[in-house]
């Protein structure tokens, strides 16, 4: 992230400094230990990521396609016509997108591109590839009662892994903070070796 010029996102939760950073920006509270491991003495360590969350990709792929739509952008979909093959590039400026060619070999010019391919966006845009990960596993959904949802809503309870880089034997655990159905997500991530 610090590549990216996101570092300033980013807090390790065993350093003092960054503790006091997270204050100063307003990240204080469960956020830093929702599972109240300090008070209790347990170890704690990992990072603190204020950009993390959760998106339902076949949700904000259909919300982006109904803004565009209703601004009058042209979509195309279906076999051919609608497979990206590759971008049209400015001549003078290879980083200008001038549009897409499609793998029917249509030529489409346009003002603005917007790639919304959800979690397989890195797959056009290899620049995005650390902004997005899509994650397999078995999840659990735990409807949390009226009363305790104070303790699960995203601005106490943000997103957590535990144990899971991609390389660990047998992955590992995660979680995401309350949906609008009042639902906690639990998910077990499985490493898969060839």
Not at 17 to 44: I, S, T, V
Not at 68 to 95: Q, S, Y
Not at 175 to 185: A, Q, V
Request: glycine fraction near 10%.
């Amino acid at each position: 992230m610090e590549k990216a010029g996101l570092g300033h996102t980013q807090y390790f939760i065993q350093s003092p400094e960054d503790e006091q950073r997270a204050l100063r920006d307003g990240w204080a509270g469960p956020r830093l230990d929702q599972f109240r491991r300090k008070e209790r003495n347990l170890p704690l360590d990992g990072v603190f990521d204020s950009q993390a969350g959760i998106v339902q990709a076949d949700l904000a792929c259909n919300y982006a396609l109904r803004l565009v739509e209703a601004a009058g952008a042209i979509t195309f979909f279906g076999e051919g016509r609608g497979e990206f093959l590759t971008f049209i590039r400015d001549e003078k400026d290879n980083h200008q997108i001038k549009g897409i060619i499609t793998r029917d070999q249509q030529r489409h010019h346009a003002d603005l591109v917007i790639i919304a391919a959800g979690a397989h966006s890195h797959q056009i845009v290899p620049e995005l590839q650390s902004f997005l990960t899509a994650t397999a596993g078995n999840f659990v959904y735990i409807k949390v009662p009226q009363e305790l949802k104070h303790r699960f809503e995203a601005k106490v309870f943000p997103p957590w892994t535990w144990n899971y880089t991609g390389a660990s034997d047998g992955g590992g655990l995660g979680g995401f903070p309350l949906d609008r159905k009042f639902l906690l997500y639990l998910v077990a991530f499985v490493t898969l070796r060839k």
